[in-house]
Structures are given as C-alpha cells and as structure tokens.
C-alpha cells in the first residue's frame, strides 16, 4: 500500500477521541499513561498496516488500525478496574494488540464482511485476554478475585448504544383516538338528531384517518 497514509496524524486524532470519551474514573487517576498508550499502540498498527503490501487501500488500513485502537482503549480500561497490576498491563496490550493485528488482518485478505471479521477478532481478542489474566493467577501474581473481576469486567459493554434510535410510542395517540371515535359513535347514537353531528362526524373522520397515517407511519420508522 500505502505511502498516502498519514498513521501519525491519525494516531493523533484518536488519541484525541479516546480522551474525549475517557471514563471519569479514568481520567482522573491515569490519564497521562493511559492516552501516551493509545497513542503508541495505536501509532504501531498505523505504520504496520502502511507497510504491508496485502492492505491495498488507505481506508481499510485506516478501519484496521482504528479497531486495534478501541480494542486497546476498551481492554486497558478492563486491566485498570480489575486491579490487574500495572507492571502487567504493558504485556498484555502487546499480546492483544498482536492478535487484533493478525486476525483483522487475514479477515481483510480472506474478503471476509467487515461483520465477520469484528466478530472474528471480538472473539480471538478475548480468549487472548483471559488467557494472559489465568497465566498471573497460575503464576500466583494476582489472586483469584482480581482474575474474577478481569474476566467478569467489560467496558464495551458498559457503554451506551448510542446507535440505537429512540423508537416513538403511539399508546398515549391510541387513547386519545379511541376516545374520538366512542364519543363520536355516542353521539350518533344517542344524539342522532344534533344539527351539526355531519361536522362532527367529518372532523373526527379527518383526526381518525391523520392519526391511522401517523401510526402506520411510526411502525414503519421504528422497524427500519
């Protein structure tokens, strides 16, 4: 590839990113080494996925790198608040960032869907972390409740999905177009002779027939 791409400047502007969504407890403890971090793992990956001949376009080593980065972001957090540590912490961003690197790598040259390959290094990605945090347990360098919390812990998770589209309710609209529609069958029932029941009869017509297109409308919005 890919002398066009400019790995630091983009490595610049996540760690930029990273910052601005930094959880509280976060920044306030560890912001300097936890931004210098991001930078540097997710530089590295910048400037592998420039390097090598397989990634043919700047975009898809732009969206590889940017993976290793929110996976680094992500799993760092989870080493902090599990109290892995922090002369560990190094080791195993190495590791991961290692097989985040690979896998998303051959997705990209087996043309596997951008779907598959996320699923595929989701899946690596985590079996490597819990193996590296059940090698400190068996090596007796952190104890059974620190490997509990690091395995139990997700930060991805726990974060809102902002993607998600605030779905619009009818039910209240429904109650009040029932109750046009029993007041109006009321009145034509019991005050049949009412001179201006035809007006009646046509506005409520009208609110029914707006408020049937506005429900129809919402259920197709909400299972776009």
């Given at each position: ?194 001179q201006n029941l035809d007006v009646i009869n046509t506005v409520s017509l009208v609110v029914l027939s707006m408020y049937m297109g506005f429900y129809i409308g919402v259920k197709r919005f909400n299972n776009i």
């Open positions: 590839m890919t002398s066009t791409f400019d790995y630091k400047a983009f490595a610049q502007d996540l760690t930029k990113q990273a910052e601005t969504s930094m959880p509280n407890d976060i920044a306030l403890q560890h912001k300097k080494e936890f931004l210098e971090r991001i930078y540097n793992f997710t530089y590295i990956a910048g400037e592998a996925f420039s390097k090598d001949e397989k990634i043919e376009d700047v975009s898809t080593a732009k969206l590889l790198t940017q993976l290793i980065s929110e996976w680094t972001f992500h799993k760092y957090i989870d080493l902090i608040r599990s109290n892995i540590p922090a002369m560990y912490h190094e080791s195993i961003l190495q590791k991961l960032g290692y097989v985040a690197y690979e896998m998303s790598r051959e997705a990209t040259i087996s043309k596997l869907s951008n779907d598959e390959m996320l699923k595929l290094v989701e899946v690596q990605l985590n079996k490597a972390y819990e193996k590296s945090c059940k090698q400190l347990l068996e090596n007796n360098q952190i104890t059974q409740e620190i490997y509990n919390n690091a395995v139990t812990l997700s930060n991805v998770d726990m974060m809102p999905h902002t993607s998600e589209k605030k779905k619009f309710k009818t039910f209240n609209y429904t109650v009040v177009a029932m109750c046009i529609a029993l007041i109006t069958l009321g009145m034509n029932v019991f005050m049949y002779d009412y």
